[in-house]
């Protein structure tokens, strides 16, 4: 996805809550990122995710089932070159949208067969930093009937099921977007991640 892009993902994101983008990532550079999760999962350096922020977050496997691994800036040459690449598009939606951004944070979501995450919205009752909801694919030769889907829950219309296709990238309203992950039947890999405001002291 070059920047010439970028117009489209904010006019979705105003006339309708989200935004699909297919080739948001190269290929190649899915498929390092593909491979330094599976990485990470082989190492069991992937933590079980949790539900909710700050002093409510807990373990709630019932709910979501899923195994993360925060990103840190120098962790590698691929995290650090997404990175920019997410850093460019928080300067651009702040420049065009005016939502006041101030950073980014994303963790890699490993899946393994079987694992979901129910419907839920991805800004906390606690805490309404985060503003866009991002999540980028890293599975190769996905197959609609392998399930998986990211299914959305807009307001007052029907659901829409968005399959994790490598290098595609779907961003939605935190606040807004009910969404949920269903279950598939082979390991599913993504970076979820969201665009944060600063909290008022």
């Known amino acids: 996805m070059t920047e010439a892009s970028f117009p489209t993902l904010c006019d979705n994101l105003i006339q309708h809550g989200w935004s699909q983008h297919n080739l948001f990532l190269t290929h190649e550079l899915s498929a ?7 990485t990470l999962h082989t190492a069991n350096m992937l933590s079980v995710a949790r539900v909710g922020g ?9 709910l979501r089932s899923d195994q993360i691994a925060w990103l840190e800036a120098g962790q590698s040459l691929v995290c650090d070159a997404y990175l920019v690449m997410m850093e460019q598009l928080r300067v651009y939606l702040n420049q065009s949208l005016y939502l006041g951004l101030d950073n980014y944070e994303t963790h890699f979501s490993f ?7 129910s419907k839920h919205l991805d800004r906390f009752h606690n805490d ?3 503003v866009i909801s991002v999540v980028i694919y890293l599975n190769e030769n996905w197959c609609i009937e392998q399930g998986g889907a990211l299914r959305l829950h807009p307001h007052q219309l029907p659901t829409l ?3 994790p296709i490598a290098c595609r ?7 807004e977007m009910l969404h949920e992950v269903l279950p598939a039947t082979r390991d599913r890999m993504s970076l979820t991640g969201w665009f944060r405001r600063r909290l008022s002291p």
């Open 169 to 175: 990238m779907v961003v939605f309203l935190s606040a």
């Open 32 to 38: 390092i990122l593909a491979s330094e999760c599976r």
């Open 128 to 130: 309404d930093a985060r």
């Open 54 to 62: 700050h002093q409510q977050v807990g373990l709630h496997t019932q």
């Open 161 to 163: 099921d968005i399959a």
């Open 111 to 117: 899946y393994s067969p079987g694992a979901s995450y």
